[in-house]
């Protein structure tokens, strides 16, 4: 499903730049649920931005789903929107929005209207009953439930996590896990999570350790 090689990204120029990516090798099978490990600044999320394309590596190689993806801006736009979807830390819901409306918002940028299949996502999630409540409104782990439907809302073939329990307390982060395995047994979903919590990476198939912008053990 994926594949990166030789993948390397600084930031800054000069004596203050930070090479963050050194050339860093990575594949994860199609249904496989991987989570990734590592201390704080290794370069986690800057994978994961250049994984979902939402960054471009200086240097090295993504392929997604059969496809090397290009240097052309527009091409990796539409293939982050078709393909990838993203959980954060923060939940980034728009609080001017209903939980319906916030979960759409992936199908109304490509010119999509499926209420139908919020509305299935949401009740598959256990959050219909806050379909029309907005984000401030909700509990935490409603918000995160809603931001999971967001990102699977389009169907992307890659579904990306950024430290999705980072702000859940022990309860919800238990329930969001095991909500994310389910997306990924059930749906065959296959799933990126970066995480600090062994409990979240024992929910995963494989773990592997991020050290200094390089995949250390796999
Ligand atoms: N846009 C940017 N501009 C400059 N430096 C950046 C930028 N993004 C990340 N960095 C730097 O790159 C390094 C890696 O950052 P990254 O966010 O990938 O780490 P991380 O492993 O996700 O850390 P954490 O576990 O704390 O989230 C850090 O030193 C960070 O300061
Ligand atoms: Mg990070």
Redesign the pocket.
């Known amino acids: 499903m994926l594949i990166a090689a030789g993948l390397h990204k600084s930031?800054?120029k000069g004596r203050s730049k930070?090479h963050?990516l050194r050339g860093l090798d990575l594949r994860v099978k199609r249904g496989e649920f991987l989570a990734v490990m590592?201390?704080?600044?290794?370069?986690?999320?800057?994978?994961l931005h250049v994984i979902g394309l939402m960054t471009s590596p200086d240097a090295g190689e993504v392929h997604l789903d059969g496809r090397r993806v290009g240097s052309s801006e527009s091409e990796r736009a539409r293939l982050r929107r078709s393909h990838v979807g993203f959980v954060f830390q923060r939940f980034n819901l728009i609080s001017v929005l209903s939980a319906r409306d916030n979960a759409a918002i992936s199908l109304r940028v490509r010119g999509l209207q499926r209420n139908g299949r919020i509305d299935e996502l949401l009740t598959s999630m256990g959050v219909a009953h806050v379909a029309d409540r907005k984000p401030g409104d909700m509990s935490i782990g409603e918000q995160q439930r809603v931001a999971v439907v967001r990102a699977l809302a389009h169907e992307p073939a890659l579904l990306l996590a950024?430290?999705p329990t980072g702000n859940l307390d022990s309860d919800n982060s238990r329930s969001l896990l095991e909500l994310l395995r389910d997306i990924n047994t059930r749906r065959g979903q296959t799933l990126v999570m970066?995480t600090?919590s062994a409990d979240a990476a024992a929910c995963a198939d494989r773990v592997v350790q991020?050290k200094d912008g390089l995949i250390v053990d796999r």
């Open positions: 930031f800054g930070v963050v590592g201390p704080s600044g290794c370069g986690k999320s800057t994978l950024d430290e970066i600090h991020m």
